[in-house]
């Protein structure tokens, strides 16, 4: 149990275009879910804060117009990296939380984004 | 400052070895500690999680110590196999419902 998934697992994007990754939890409810960022050789860091039906939190220097995260149900976030940049080519993963009696996170597969 | 380190920052170690990894945090107030297992490419996955009276914690061949006291933990891996080559991360909560503090990794090879 406990599933959580990412779609696309790998995009390209040409610069200036705008890319949606989906993060699905599978077979639970999730309350909470949130974004990280990871360069290479490099540790999760966390981009925002999304609990259902409110707006995300994001973390300081993260710009909230350029990555649109929406958590419009309990099974389901998206982010939207908008006017892509090479600089915005990166690993995303998402993880979830919301079972009971737990503290544990799960995390997705992650998506590559590469932006030529 | 919240902080988790890890040591060492990579390692290699011949198949059916045994290898110890070690972190340190100066997270405060502490809720718990994981280890996660994160291959290259793919997302991490949770090998253990500890609360404040949880000493050790077992899944496998992979085995998690923690003191409280002195704000350290290790992640034990037995008779390491070539599947075992990945990044192991450390991470810690403050309290539940905070953001996770990671560690930066360590990166394991296991070779033949």
């Known amino acids: 149990g406990a599933v959580v998934s990412q779609h696309p697992s790998w995009v390209i994007c040409k610069s200036g275009t705008s890319v949606k990754i989906e993060c699905r939890s599978l077979?639970?409810?999730?309350?909470?879910m949130f974004w990280y960022r990871q360069f290479p050789k490099q540790s999760l860091m966390l981009m925002a804060t999304?609990?259902?039906?409110?707006?995300?939190?994001?973390e300081q220097g993260v710009e909230k117009d350029k990555f649109l995260i929406n958590h419009a149900s309990l099974t389901l976030s998206t982010l939207t990296v908008t006017s892509a940049h090479p600089e915005d080519s990166s690993f995303y993963i998402c993880s979830a939380s919301g079972l009971a009696d737990t503290y544990e996170q799960y995390f997705g597969p992650g998506t590559r984004l590469t932006v030529t | 400052k919240n902080q988790v380190e890890q040591s060492p920052q990579s390692l290699i170690i011949l198949e059916g070895k045994n290898c110890t990894l070690q972190c340190n945090y100066t997270v405060s107030p502490f809720s718990n500690l994981r280890w996660y297992k994160q291959d290259t490419g793919r997302g991490p996955v949770s090998l253990t999680i500890m609360t404040f009276s949880e000493n050790t914690k077992s899944n496998g061949r992979y085995t998690a110590t923690l003191d409280a006291d002195t704000k350290q933990s290790s992640l034990h891996i037995t008779a390491s196999q070539l599947s075992d080559s990945a990044s192991y991360i450390c991470v810690v909560s403050g309290k539940a419902g905070t953001a996770l503090i990671f560690g930066k990794g360590t990166t394991l090879s296991v070779s033949s």
């Open positions: 077979d639970f409810q999730a309350t909470t």
């Open positions: 999304s609990n259902e039906g409110s707006k995300a939190t994001y």
